[in-house]
């Protein structure tokens, strides 16, 4: 039997041999296992895109596990992003969507790069990898890697019939084991562009950073990575009450409840051909992300979506669950969130939002309103955001601390300067433009030298975890690891990087408090 130290070694020899092979008279021609593709070189990098990392989940792979893609043997034009998968938004969009893209540096050495695979964000219903092009990633030293994946009632739906029909299927999930496939994808061909497949660093935000947390938790996905970044996670978070998610039997009542009503009785084979019939539009129909981020605020999912499924196999268990029996997978990760981020929830007065707080509402009133003199309007964001995003990140944190893996946890405070007047702090997914070093395109021509400057910042940060594991050095500000013990984060902010305690510490406890109650007493 081969040991395991002398895989590792015969698998970088290997990676190192292909990127030497790769550096040819046309760089930007690589073989990989479906087929050669051809990509478009820059200056300064080299990019691959659109590629297919499995069959197209159309037809009778409607709702299957993703298959392998069909092999071709001419030159495949990869200069184009592929369509995003189905949804309700206006963009380029087919139920034939299962494309990867590649960056990397147009000059590399002998040495394979680590890598950084990005997953997209939007609500499990919307975005694609076309959104966030990752050049300037990739210009840092690193392959960039970004994928599309099924969404909505196409990604996450667990019609009974599917059991009988694919017994070993995971059923349900289908965009978390859209994801594991371009994982796997990358696991296979990633060499071949000069990237190490034994340097993964996984990141993503909102939903995005919620199936990071998936894959941290799912035995399915172990080994297919080595460093994790989780940006104001959701769908799932390491809190089962933060947003809903559905185990097995709920999902797939919520999936033959929905058919029912487009018209698809039964749990049998003719349903499923006649649910495979549906055009794509009843599919995406009433699924935006306004109606996705309605339903979630009053703590429910959409007809005929179930959310994260604990389907018993890609999920044997919540997240909290797993972290909490140290279950995840013991990688270095970066967690944190947005001093403004998500607020789901509902309250059409004070004493209606302060009654969501139980026992402890007299508290929140004089952490929240101690004057008595805030908008309704501005404590929902404030409480309801610590509720969904802040305080499970800082669970997240805990939990992973306490197993003994590396942990630093930041908070992003930073607004672009042409937009201080009107933002009082960071909305949810306002970080993205930072942390991959893309400013400009989200206040155009207004981008400052300041703002430019705290993205190439922020971004070294993260760039750093993926090279090291460790997101110090380049003459950065210390980011120390997370200590539970130790109030100290890496904060973001106007004035520049600041570490030292959190402001919004009592609030946190507050709600931990909460919840920890309501876990031993059910008692609010």
Known sequence: MTSPIRGVVRAAALAALTVARAQTADPASVTIDSGPVRGVATRAVISWKGIPYAAPPVGPLRWRDPQPVPPWTDVRAAAEFGPSCIQADTVPKSEDCLTINVWR???????????????????MVHGGAALHPLDAVAGQGVVAVSMNYRLGRLGYFAHPALAAEAPDDVRGNYGFMDQRAALQWVQRNIAAFGGDPQQVTIFGESSGGGSVLAHLVSPLSRGLFQRAILQSPIAPTARADATPSS????????????SRSVGVAGDGPAALRQLRALPPDQLFAATSDVETFAALAAGTTLPGLAMA?????????????????????RVPVIVGANDRDLALGAAGDKDELFAAFGLERDVARRLYDPRGDQAVDELKQQAFADRTVLEPVRHLANLLARSGQPVWLYRFAYVPESMRAENLGTLHGLEIPFTLSVPAPMVGKKVTATDRAMADLVSAYWVAFALTGDPNGGGRPVWPRYDSAVDRLLHVTNSGIIVGTDPLKPRLDLWERIRSRVGSTDER
């Not at 540096?105 to 609500?123: D, F, K, T």
């Not at 185990?247 to 929905?258: P, Y």
């Not at 499924?309 to 997978?329: K, N, S, V, Y």
């Open 309 to 329: 499924i604990i389907d018993g196999r890609f999920l044997p268990e919540t997240p909290e669950a797993a972290l909490a029996a140290g279950h995840q997978a």
């Open 247 to 258: 185990d097995l039997a709920t999902a797939e009542k919520i999936a033959v409840d929905w």
């Open 105 to 123: 540096p147009i000059h590399i050495g002998r040495r394979a790069l680590p890598v950084m695979v990005w997953i997209h964000a939007g609500a």
